[in-house]
Structures are given as C-alpha cells and as structure tokens.
C-alpha cells in the first residue's frame, strides 16, 4: 500500500511540475510579445 501511495504522490507531483513549466513558459512568451508590441508601437 505504501508503495502503491508514494507512486500515486509522484505523479500528482509530476503533473504539478509540469504545468508550472508549461506556465513559466507561457509567462515568459507572453513578456518576450508583450516587449515586442511595445517597442514596435514606439518606433
């Protein structure tokens, strides 16, 4: 059972690692466009 259980935890801790990457990434694409926008609307 304990075993069963420390595998089900390592996952669900997989599955939170993954979407917080897939979220840094979309965090840092969104600022890298965001600057993007900015700079071509000031020249």
Known sequence: MKINDLRDLS????????FFIYFWLFGVVSLIIGAGCTTLELT
């Not at 996952?11 to 993954?18: E, G, L, N, T, V």
């Open 11 to 18: 996952s669900y801790k997989q599955i939170f690692y993954m």
